[in-house]
């Protein structure tokens, strides 16, 4: 699931980066930025969801409660 998150993080990346190239208006362009970068924070969102996952997971078995 973290790898997935990083791949959408670079998707929406390339997505913004394209739509910037690409695109003729400012209205379709500024449209594209905008969802590259709802996707980039889809990606980010997903990553920190499954890695403060693995730190309680990992928290849990040590027996601390750092992280409730």
């Known amino acids: ?7 959408l993080s670079v998707a929406g990346f390339f997505l913004t980066v394209s739509a910037l190239v690409l695109l003729p208006t400012l209205g379709l362009r500024s449209a594209f930025v905008f969802c590259g970068f709802l996707v980039e ?14 730190i309680r ?3 849990g078995r040590e027996g601390r409660g750092l992280l409730r």
């Open 1 to 7: 699931m973290k790898l997935a998150g990083f791949f």
């Open 41 to 54: 924070c889809a990606g980010l969102g997903m990553v920190m969801r499954t890695h403060i996952a693995s």
């Open 57 to 59: 997971a990992n928290l």
